[in-house]
């Protein structure tokens, strides 16, 4: 009895066998190769968007950092101390250049993040937008 596997292949040269041969073990390594490169590809993208990320967040944690020494200072100024006051407009003034940064990032980047008017409002964060939170 022979199996019908050899009865298929016996009328195909020896050549075209090892081509076959060939074939089957070059094609799931060509598709794993693939898969490979968009993978890769996907890791370098997210790699990009994290430093478009990192970026957009050094003004926030400016501000984080600016806000409270500017509500300190307005303190101490409502409480007398008027020679905080230069401190406050020195404060206020770097205030408004992280803001100016932000605006710029946000413009330059904000297709790249997702951080558009469009984008804000589709996730209910119309509130988030830099010219709304500086107000």
Do not use: C, Y
């Not at 932000?102 to 993040?113: K, Q, T, V, Y």
């Not at 964060?125 to 830099?130: F, G, I, L, M, P």
């Amino acid at each position: 009895m022979t199996n019908p596997l050899d009865r298929l292949l016996e009328p195909i040269r020896v050549s075209r066998k090892l081509m076959l041969i060939s074939v089957a073990f070059a094609l799931p390594i060509g598709v794993l190769a693939l898969l490979q490169v968009w993978d890769t590809h996907k890791d370098i993208e997210v790699s990009w968007q994290e430093l478009r990320g990192t970026e957009f967040l050094r003004p926030l944690v400016e501000l984080n950092d600016l806000i409270p020494r500017h509500a300190l200072a307005v303190q101490q100024v409502t409480g007398g101390e008027t020679a905080q006051a230069t401190a406050m407009a020195q404060v206020a003034g770097q205030i408004d250049r992280s803001f100016d940064s932000l605006e710029i990032l946000e413009a330059r980047l904000g297709i790249a993040l997702r951080f558009t008017p469009n984008d804000l409002a589709r996730r209910q964060r119309s509130h988030a937008r830099t010219a709304a939170v500086r107000q």
